[in-house]
């Protein structure tokens, strides 16, 4: 991913997840990110303290909460760990969108990823949500679910996010990434920020 142009990296600490990565894994993977690519940890529903036993051995970034994390839980977290963190939040039919992200934010979320909405998986669904209901707010938001090499042109075009997150979409089988995918959604990354600005 880093030499197709990304910007950051994602380490699942999520061991239900086939994408889940020891903390061994992490740091051979980490070994080999060069300076200015920000790591990313993925937690679902965990504590601070293991968010923090992770975080002795592992330099990331930022925090990315995905699982039923309320604000001043977050909140919480954010102020053990001293780690900026962003929440994801599952798109659900009957959510008020606009009135959810904006209780993160006044936490103290640096952005908001929007997924799609599955009743039991917490992200890596291969779902997409409606891409009409993406708010135009003062919080970067980063849209993900369901994108793929032959939807993220149309995808930004539409959305205009602060960022996009993949998995499931540049990957080979689940948990095995496929570096012909992976440049093929950069291109397509390229492509929709073009028509963005147009």
Request: proline share 6%; glycine share 8%; charged share 20%.
């Amino acid at each position: 991913m880093v030499q197709a142009g990304a910007d950051a990296i994602g380490l699942v600490f999520y061991p239900p997840s086939p994408r889940s990565v020891t903390v061994e894994q992490a740091q051979q993977l980490l070994a080999h990110i060069p300076p200015y690519v920000q790591t990313v940890g993925l937690f679902v529903n965990a504590s601070a303290e293991e968010i923090l036993a992770v975080l002795q051995n592992v330099a990331l970034d930022v925090l990315q909460l995905h699982g039923d994390e309320s604000p001043e839980t977050c909140q919480q977290i954010a102020q053990l760990t001293k780690r900026r963190w962003y929440k994801a939040i599952q798109v659900k039919p009957d959510l008020n969108l606009i009135n959810e992200i904006q209780r993160y934010q006044q936490a103290g979320a640096s952005a908001i990823l929007l997924d799609a909405w599955h009743p039991d998986l917490k992200g890596g669904t291969g779902l997409q949500f409606d891409w009409s209901q993406f708010p135009k707010l003062d919080i970067p938001l980063i849209l993900a679910g369901g994108l793929n090499p032959d939807n993220i042109a149309e995808a930004i075009a539409l959305t205009q996010p602060f960022a996009v997150d993949v998995s499931g979409g540049v990957e080979a089988q689940k948990g095995i990434k496929d570096q012909r995918l992976i440049k093929k959604f950069m291109q397509g990354v390229h492509c929709g920020s073009a028509k963005r600005s147009d």
